[in-house]
């Protein structure tokens, strides 16, 4: 009887090492109807050397394809072979654009998975690591050397910024007082030339600068402050509508001429005594806020404080509106703890550059192309992902069946020599 068994081990061993061969010489031989799987893309080359490219080609992926690869795998799929691909892959992207103000810098744009940790660099080194929130994340960057990457778990998303803005004067229109004094003064701080219609008294205006037609050939934006812009309301509205952008603070946004561009309607202010922080110093969370409520369908909150939306904006024509709920915001300059003034210029100024009309400039031409979105690239090539694998390997990690063949192979050559020296047969 363990003769028998021996003879029948022995068999399975003989019948395993033939399928095996067969195998290998009908892959080589570049036979049609036949199906790769791979793990990776080493066997990129073999399958591109095959007197006929594979019928069905697929790959697991432990990361975004390269550029190169992607087009690799449009090729065979373009001469017939069914490409296929599966794997856990972050969807990314990056995007990298000028900010519109006169220190100049880029704001990165980052989409990933959510929570996970992505690595911004440039030719230079890594610039920083941030955490994607709510599936994306930003960064605004003073410089940066040629070639911008962001990396999530293997995959590489590249862009080259090369475009640049042009900006124009800004025009600030408000009653005399603090406010329209250190909006203009933290302005022209930060590098912007401003124009001003300042109102000391009832059909009494002070003019800074040489102040012009309000359009978008000599200004990039308008900032309104209070009842003091009513008179140009239309002008405003105009502007806007041209592609100019336009900051409306509590009052000014208040006013029924300045309807149209409101992103909401203004709630009832808050009081500033009730929330000034134990040190008495005033911060950006303690203002008096005037909340925007009932946003329109098309308004974006852009911050909020204790859920009641501060700052909305939206689109109106070709331009920007952004409409602000904190009032008296000179009071955080003047009564401000360390860095205040700073905080403040910073704030005002980053208002200013969301909105600004910056035509832009176009760089010179990159030599390397980017790769902005690698996931969508390699959709674009080859098509969504699939779990179906091909039927038989070329290369890279065999399919399930040939390792449970091997798995049987070993088994019978086991089994049998074991037998045999139990029963002391050499």
Avoid: C
Wanted: proline residues 5%; without cysteine.
């Amino acid at each position: 009887m363990r003769v028998r068994v021996e003879h029948v081990l022995r068999g399975i061993v003989i019948a395993v090492l033939a399928v095996m061969l067969w195998q290998s010489l009908r892959d080589q031989s570049g036979s049609g109807g036949q199906s790769v799987s791979a793990r990776g893309l080493g066997a990129l080359a073999n399958w591109s050397q095959l007197a006929k490219a594979p019928e069905r080609i697929h790959v697991r992926l432990d990361s975004v394809p390269s550029p190169l690869e992607r087009a690799w795998l449009g090729a065979l799929a373009g001469a017939g072979s069914s490409v296929t691909w599966s794997g856990d892959l972050p969807s990314m992207m990056i995007d990298a654009q000028p900010i519109a103000a006169p220190t100049g810098g880029t704001r990165v744009a980052l989409a990933a998975p959510n929570g996970s940790s992505v690595v911004v660099s440039d030719d230079v080194g890594v610039i920083d690591t941030v955490r994607s929130l709510n599936g994306g994340s930003s960064l605004a960057l003073t410089s940066l050397a040629e070639r911008l990457t962001a990396r999530v778990k293997g995959s590489v998303a590249s862009t080259l910024p090369r475009d640049s803005v042009v900006l124009h004067k800004v025009l600030v229109i408000g009653n005399a007082g603090w406010e329209s004094k250190f909006v203009v003064a933290v302005l022209e701080e930060e590098g912007w030339k401003v124009d001003a219609f300042i109102r000391v008294a009832p059909g009494v205006d002070v003019m800074q600068g040489s102040v012009a037609v309000i359009d978008t050939s000599r200004y990039s934006v308008v900032v309104a402050l209070d009842g003091a812009a009513s008179p140009y309301a239309n002008r405003i509205i105009e502007f806007a509508r041209t592609g100019g952008g336009v900051v409306l603070a509590p009052q000014a946004a208040s006013l029924d001429a300045m309807a149209p561009l409101r992103a909401g309607t203004i709630g009832r202010p808050t009081s500033e005594a009730r929330v000034i922080q134990a040190s008495g110093s005033v911060s950006l969370a303690t203002l008096a806020l005037a909340p925007i409520t009932s946003l329109r369908s098309d308004a974006v909150p852009l911050e909020k404080r204790a859920g009641a939306v501060a700052i909305a904006a939206r689109r109106f024509g070709a331009g920007r509106a952004l409409q602000l709920g904190y009032e008296d915001t000179w009071r955080w300059r003047m009564a401000g703890g360390d860095g205040a003034v700073r905080d403040h210029r910073v704030w005002w100024t980053g208002l200013v550059s969301r909105v600004a009309y910056a035509p832009r400039v176009s760089g010179a031409t990159a030599t390397t192309a980017s790769d902005e979105a690698p996931m969508a690239g390699l959709v674009a090539a080859i098509g969504p992902m699939t779990q179906r694998a091909a039927t038989s390997g070329l290369s890279g990690t065999p399919p399930d069946w040939m390792i449970w063949l091997f798995v049987l192979l070993a088994l019978g050559l086991v089994g049998e020599v074991a037998s045999r020296r139990l029963r002391g047969a050499s």
